[in-house]
């Protein structure tokens, strides 16, 4: 390992679990459904749903859960955190790349899959009846909103899954995968395919440069061009 690069990895590197491995490994389980689970659980939950409050309350709870499990996961030791990040130029350009990217795939071929697999629509997402509440819903809330689900479905989910293969393919297919399916509201199949092209997108950013920001910063920007517009 090149010395420059064993600092920053000493840092982030979660220290061996003083849990026996039996009961971490049940731990490591445990925090995959609780990271996962919310997210299933307030699909259902809210299908149907169209009282803003109940559903901001309903969602808020997920994700905090969730993140409770991402905490969980990785106190058990068995997962690492350090990577090998990519240097900013090169994170940027891949940024870039991303972003394009996510608003090429949203603007052309979200309307496509919307028109030929919209079917078995279930619930659309609320109305906000105050604009400034639809103002920190759009800030701060998405914000909130994509954060958790960079942390739970790449940082997290990569960390699980390289467990078991280093091999990128299946790290950022089963990543991809996971994502697209907790998008069964709202079109159900279309939402779905969406959410599967997006996280394939999101997976090769942040295994090329091990950086979420970039991730968490291009999916917002998207969300928000998708929600800003309802």
């Not at 090769?204 to 800003?228: G, P, Q």
Request: hydrophobic share 55%; aromatic share 12%; proline share 6%.
């Amino acid at each position: 390992m090149p010395r420059m690069l064993q600092p920053a990895l000493a840092c982030d590197t979660t220290p061996p679990s003083t849990v026996p491995r039996p009961l971490a490994l049940w731990g490591l389980w445990l925090a995959a459904i609780l990271a996962i689970g919310p997210f299933i659980v307030r699909r259902i939950v809210l299908i149907g749903d169209d009282d803003y409050a109940h559903w901001m309350a309903v969602d808020t709870l997920a994700r905090c859960t969730s993140l409770i499990g991402v905490a969980l996961g990785f106190r058990t030791g068995l997962l690492q955190r350090a990577q090998p990040r990519a240097d900013w130029p090169r994170s940027l350009r891949i940024f870039l790349l991303l972003l394009a990217a996510e608003y090429v795939e949203q603007t052309i071929g979200a309307p496509v899959l919307q028109h030929y697999f919209r079917f078995a629509e279930t619930t659309a997402w609320p109305p906000i009846p105050d604009f400034s509440l639809r103002m920190a819903d759009l800030s701060a809330g998405l914000l909130f909103a994509v954060l958790v689900e960079e942390v739970v479905f790449r940082k997290f989910l990569f960390a699980l899954v390289e467990r078991w293969t280093a091999r990128q393919v299946p790290v950022i297919a089963i990543s991809a995968t996971t994502f697209a399916l907790i998008h069964f509201t709202s079109g159900v199949v279309d939402t779905m395919l969406n959410a599967l092209v997006h996280g394939i997108f999101l997976g090769l950013a942040y295994a090329a440069t091990r950086r979420l920001s970039i991730c968490v910063a291009s999916h917002y920007l998207v969300d928000f061009l998708i929600f800003a517009g309802r």
